[in-house]
């Protein structure tokens, strides 16, 4: 088996060695995974309860938000749990991914910095593990949905594209975050002050239809309103609002957009500044 | 089939943030590099550096701290891209250049087996192949069950060494760390690159131990700030290099 490798400043830069990275860091599949499954483990290592500590957390917080909200709401009793249960699941994917998109190359340095793995590896295996907790989530979500008098129709499957759509946008905000945060470090700290605040103008603990005025203009403004109505709706038995897909279709071209670029000029350089 | 060649490559680290005025100014090291306005951008670390590396080459790096060793050794790993010039590596390469890069510290030895394997491109089938040769090879035995943080540096290096070289790489490129090793150690780990390279691998080693550099190197590259000052058999580079300590204590007494 013989490979050749020539890395100059042109090999390394540009669309190409983007797309080329992204590529066959997505055929590594054995490696990311494992390494995901890895910090998965050490992550909960040592601690009695272990992965169980996701599912508790999950239901302490979906539990206590639907005691304490759910009277500020026209929605059932029900209704309003299943609202909160996937909006909550959804968002914290969603927003974990700024914080960890800032850190998704510094906190590999280690390996960045002793082999040549393509860097979209990182990215793959930071998606990866963020996504067990959301499965193990949602599984909780709609398992407590069933015994609560959710039936689900056919709308439903619209939540796949929907779920697909939050995850190719992923790896696109984490890859440009991964660099720019490498880079300016202060990225991160705007970042963990407006990741809090997203939690609340975002319709998980209210309901978007209920809202006018200014709550309902900020909602509209925020990209992660409707990742999550898009999403939502249709698990809930609602078609999403056209809007919503549309603007999901475009957020989504711009954050790759957004992602090639900073990749492309950045991508030389990373190994300095981690 | 492995061959390195090293074309006119330029490197510099870059800085960022606010240094002192006196970097700045007109005497300041010649290897800092500035922007048109005059602020401090980066520090050369290599400079036009050309080289060809043939298949079976043994090849030792000399040099004072910071002539630019390490920062070569990652070129050629292509864990850094030179801002001029390219660097052309035939062969499946692997490197140990720093001893605590590249380890998962709480996974077990076994563990870090897996994870190293499979992060310098390897199947699983090919780990579990090698599995027993890096367990006799590192000579851990049940503290391969441990986490990693439990091992002393000889081990780690032990391990690391291992895992490198079980996987048959065509061009190896090794950092000074080796010397961690006991004498015991050093001799096996002198018999399995010499065993390698006999293979037409390459083997590029940075040291500063001339003992060391004699016992596994035909031949040496001194850097010198950056810039490969000589090139030529490994005895010849070494008494080259020892030579200039004279020189440079002279000068500094003068």
């Known amino acids: 088996m013989s490979e050749t490798r020539v890395t100059s400043a042109a090999s390394v830069s540009g669309i190409g060695a983007t797309v080329d990275d992204l590529v066959t860091g997505w055929r590594m599949g054995d490696v ?6 890895d910090e998965i483990q050490s992550r909960y290592r040592r601690s009695a309860l272990g992965l169980s500590w996701i599912a508790i957390s ?48 510094r906190g590999s340095a280690s390996w960045i910095q002793s082999t040549s793995m393509p860097y979209s590896v990182y990215v793959y295996k930071g998606i990866a593990r963020s996504s067990f907790p959301f499965v193990i989530q949602l599984s909780i979500a709609l398992t407590v949905m069933v015994f609560t008098g959710w039936r689900p129709t056919l709308m439903v499957l619209w939540a796949i594209p929907a779920l ?12 440009a975050l991964g660099f720019i945060g490498a880079r300016f470090r202060d990225v991160q700290h705007l970042i963990l002050s407006v990741q809090r605040l997203l939690i609340f103008i975002t319709p998980v603990l209210w309901v978007l239809e209920e809202r006018e005025g200014m709550i309902r203009a900020i909602a509209m403004v925020n990209p992660f309103t409707h990742y999550l109505q898009v999403f939502r709706a249709p698990l809930l038995g609602d078609m999403p609002d056209p809007l919503s897909v549309l603007a999901v279709l475009g957020l989504t071209v711009a954050a790759w957009a957004l992602a090639l670029v900073v990749s492309s000029r950045m991508r030389k350089r990373l190994p300095f500044w981690i | 089939m492995a061959l390195i060649h090293v074309d006119n490559v330029t490197l510099v680290h870059p800085v960022h943030g606010q240094f002192s005025p006196s970097l700045q100014r007109g005497d300041a090291p010649t290897r800092l590099v500035k922007n048109a306005a005059g602020k401090l951008v980066g520090v050369k670390a290599l400079d036009k550096i050309s080289f060809t590396l043939e298949r079976g080459s043994r090849v030792g790096i000399v040099g004072r701290n910071g002539s630019g ?6 070129v050629l790993a292509g864990i850094l891209t030179p801002d001029v010039g390219s660097v052309t590596v035939e062969g499946r390469s692997t490197n140990l250049i720093n001893i605590n890069l590249g380890t998962k510290d709480d996974a077990s030895g076994h563990r870090n087996i897996t994870l190293q394997g499979l992060a310098h491109g390897h199947s699983r089938a090919e780990i579990e192949a090698r599995r027993g040769d890096i367990e006799a090879f590192s000579d851990l035995g049940a503290f391969l069950d441990l986490p990693v943080n439990t091992y002393s540096a000889g081990m780690r290096m032990r391990l690391s060494f291992a895992i490198a070289t079980a996987f048959k790489p065509e061009v190896l490129l090794l950092d000074e760390w080796l010397s961690a090793g006991d004498e015991q150690f050093r001799q096996k ?22 003992a060391l550099l004699k016992q596994n190197c035909t031949s040496a590259i001194w850097l010198e700030e950056g810039q490969v000052r000589m090139e030529g058999p490994v005895d010849d580079v070494l008494a080259a290099y020892r030579d200039s300590f004279g020189e440079a204590q002279s000068k500094s007494s003068a």
């Open chain 1, 32 to 37: 990311w995974r494992t390494f995901a499954w």
């Open chain 1, 58 to 105: 999950y239901l302490i917080f979906v539990g206590g938000i639907s005691l304490f909200f759910g009277g500020f709401s026209s929605k059932s009793g029900a209704g309003f749990v299943h609202h909160v249960a996937i909006g909550y699941a959804a968002i914290m994917f969603m927003i974990g991914n700024l914080s960890e998109g800032c850190a998704v190359f």
């Open chain 1, 164 to 175: 697909a759509m939050i995850l190719i946008t992923s790896i696109a905000v984490q890859l």
């Open chain 2, 69 to 74: 060793k390490t920062t070569l050794l990652r």
């Open chain 2, 189 to 210: 780990a002198g018999e399995r690159m010499k065993s390698f390279v006999a293979e037409a691998g390459i083997l590029v080693l940075a040291s500063h131990s001339s």
